[in-house]
């Protein structure tokens, strides 16, 4: 049965009448082989590498998952499988109830009297995710335009100084960033035009060499344009006089892709140091000066640092460690064994991989490869590891799959918004064929896990959709393409028949727009009994409109809230955005 929403987990709050801030800056996407402190040959972090100066750099830090969805909550909770806490969610992972010994670092900082404050960039961190809920004061840094995908560093740098200006000056703070420079799409930057070659037209495969050199011009102009802007934000701070009594914290949620393996060009699951290999930097009170840590690290190690230095109380448990010995003694004994990895949707082992600095090992099909295993270029470890294979396996199976398997064991307990895709499969079977095998005459839909589309010209049958539900009741959103036919007409027109209804309905592209968007409609309130919303979709304009459908949103009525945030026009802005980052592709 459904449950009213768990309160957001907390220990009993230790009253602080002083102690550090800490201002934890995430970039995303941000790779630590094409910055200039860690021995990249342009010179792209120069502002970084004089903070490195005045506190700890960490050489071989690890990411712990490919894609921002998995990787923020685990660093943010030193979790190696945490439930998780941003994006549009499917009902499985969105009405997860958290382990009571875990906690999002703004909950574990909050209850030792933290001020708790989020400054963001990224479009999967939205008023109804659980990681805005977990903090005091939020600001979202939007583009100017939806299809920039994300605004720069300066404009995040103005929102960090407006939180650190309207704090409660008696309370320490805890400060979130999570900033976007160093993600696609990445914008002209003049001032580095001599990084970028000559003549090159577009950034698409196949890739040459002078495109390979175009869009990693590209990358390098954002990073260093962003380090330019983090050394002014640094500036402001001081003159505040805030950094003697400020822990700074630069990291990533993972790494990039640049085409180096000549086919993929962003972040995925491509086991690489391209990928997995992050920066970690920390300054401020009570840091080490000028100290370089050359042993593996991860990201999971964050949190539990911050809770070892501060001296905060927590029943968090955590699989990171804290990395106050290695700042104090660089050349001490290893933390870890060896760096884990994780893709999403792990499962029996699958999308595991362990790291050192000599080897890279796939847990799914027991290979070793050379580090640096750099993307498209995994060459294997030579020699008989039979030995070190079984090692690894059995440090997976003795240290990780108790862990994991915790993870999936959690059951769908409470009420949150979800999102569903739609299925691959739907009734009759023959009104359909994969998009692999469409043509615009055939008569069938096309379709694909997410999309649904039919030609204004086809004469396609109606076709129904059974999509796994928990019972309940639902205020349901569609979401569908939104622009104008060369005729004048809506792009998009869709009727339909949800649930147990006997009459058709019908909804149109919402915004004639000179160019194809995507727009969530409203299209009722419906009470799911059988664990299925079932809904059947035809044209409703044969012959003059298109049929364009991707999923479905449903907000428990128990949740609704009529507010901006969930309006349609608000969640086609954060699709847009989410577009032109390239998560939607």
């Known amino acids: 049965p459904q449950q009213a929403p768990a309160p957001a987990q907390a220990v009993a709050a230790t009253p602080r009448t002083a102690g550090p801030n800490v201002i934890w800056i995430v970039f995303d996407a941000l790779r630590s082989q094409n910055m200039s402190c860690y021995g990249y040959e342009r010179s792209t972090t120069p502002c970084m590498e004089r903070l490195a100066k005045r506190g700890v750099l960490f050489e071989s830090h690890c990411s712990q998952s490919f894609h921002t969805l998995d990787a923020v909550p685990s660093y943010l909770t030193g979790r190696y499988f945490p439930v998780m806490c941003l994006g549009r969610l499917t009902w499985g992972e969105a009405m997860k109830t958290p382990p009571p010994d875990e906690y999002l670092v703004p909950q574990i900082m909050k209850s030792n009297g933290y001020q708790t404050l989020l400054v963001t960039a990224h479009a999967w961190?939205?008023?109804?995710?659980?990681l805005w809920k977990a903090f005091d004061r939020q600001i979202s840094v939007d583009p100017e335009k939806p299809d920039e995908g994300h605004a720069l560093f300066d404009k995040v740098a103005e929102a960090v100084l407006k939180n650190v200006d309207g704090r409660e000056a008696n309370q320490p703070f805890f400060m979130y960033v999570h900033a976007m420079d160093t993600h696609s799409p990445h914008f002209p930057k003049p001032e580095y035009k001599d990084w970028l070659p000559d003549g090159v037209k577009d950034t698409k495969a196949p890739f040459s060499e002078e495109k390979?050199?175009?869009?990693?011009?590209?990358?390098?102009?954002?990073?260093?344009?962003?380090?330019?802007?983090?050394?002014?934000l640094i500036g402001a701070l001081e003159k505040r006089n805030l950094l003697d009594e400020t822990v700074i914290i630069i990291s990533a949620d993972h790494g990039e892709v640049l085409a180096e393996d000549g086919t993929q060009f962003g972040h995925f699951y491509l086991p690489s140091q391209e990928m997995l290999?992050?920066?970690?930097?920390?300054?401020?009170?009570?840091?080490?000066?000028?100290?370089?840590?050359?042993?593996?690290?991860?990201?999971?190690?964050?949190?539990?640092?911050?809770?070892?230095?501060?001296?905060?109380?927590?029943?968090?448990?955590?699989?990171?460690?804290?990395?106050?010995?290695?700042?104090?003694d660089p050349s001490g004994p290893p933390l870890?064994?060896?760096?884990l990895a994780v893709r999403r949707r792990v499962h029996a082992g699958k999308g595991l991989i362990l790291q050192t600095p000599d080897f890279l090992y796939n847990v799914e099909d027991e290979a070793l490869y050379k580090q640096p295993c750099h993307?498209?270029?995994?060459?294997?470890?030579?020699?008989?590891?039979?030995?070190?294979?079984?090692?690894?396996?059995?440090?997976?199976?003795?240290?990780?799959?108790?862990?994991?398997?915790?993870?999936?064991?959690?059951?769908?307990?409470?009420?949150?918004?979800?999102?569903?895709l739609l299925p691959l499969g739907a009734e009759p079977p023959d009104a359909y064929v994969p998009f692999?095998?469409?043509?615009?005459?055939?008569?069938?839909?096309?379709?694909?896990?997410?999309?649904?589309?039919a030609w204004p010209d086809e004469k396609v049958p109606?076709?129904?959709?059974?999509?796994?539900?928990?019972?309940?009741?639902?205020?349901?959103?569609?979401?569908?393409?939104?622009?104008?036919?060369?005729?004048?007409?809506p792009q998009c027109a869709v009727a339909y028949r949800a649930e147990d209804e006997l009459l058709w309905r019908a909804v149109c592209s919402p915004v004639l727009e000179p160019k194809p968007a995507s727009r969530f409609v409203d299209i009722g309130r419906y009470e799911v009994r059988d664990t299925s919303f079932d809904i059947t979709l035809r044209p409703a304009f044969p012959g003059t409109s298109s049929v364009s459908v991707n999923q479905f949103r449903f907000v428990p009525l128990r949740l609704f809230v009529d507010d901006a945030q969930g309006s349609p026009e608000d969640l086609s802005v954060q699709t847009e955005r989410l577009r032109a980052l390239g998560y939607l592709e």
């Open 375 to 420: 993307a498209g270029i995994m060459e294997p470890l030579e020699g008989d590891h039979e030995a070190l294979i079984s090692e690894l396996n059995a440090y997976v199976i003795n240290e990780i799959m108790p862990k994991m398997n915790t993870y999936l064991a959690l059951k769908p307990s409470t009420l949150a918004v979800f999102y569903t």
């Open 336 to 339: 870890h064994r060896y760096a």
């Open 212 to 232: 390979l050199e175009y869009i990693r011009g590209q990358y390098d102009a954002s990073l260093a344009n962003a380090d330019r802007q983090l050394g002014q």
């Open 436 to 453: 692999d095998y469409r043509r615009p005459d055939d008569d069938k839909w096309d379709l694909s896990l997410g999309l649904l589309r």
């Open 277 to 328: 290999r992050t920066p970690l930097i920390m300054f401020g009170a009570g840091i080490p000066k000028g100290e370089r840590v050359k042993h593996l690290t991860e990201n999971v190690d964050i949190v539990p640092t911050l809770v070892d230095i501060l001296g905060l109380s927590t029943n968090a448990a955590m699989d990171g460690k804290s990395l106050h010995p290695l700042m104090n």
């Open 462 to 489: 109606p076709i129904t959709f059974h999509m796994e539900v928990p019972n309940g009741e639902y205020r349901v959103m569609m979401e569908m393409t939104s622009g104008t036919m060369p005729s004048g007409e």
């Open 125 to 130: 961190m939205t008023e109804e995710t659980r």
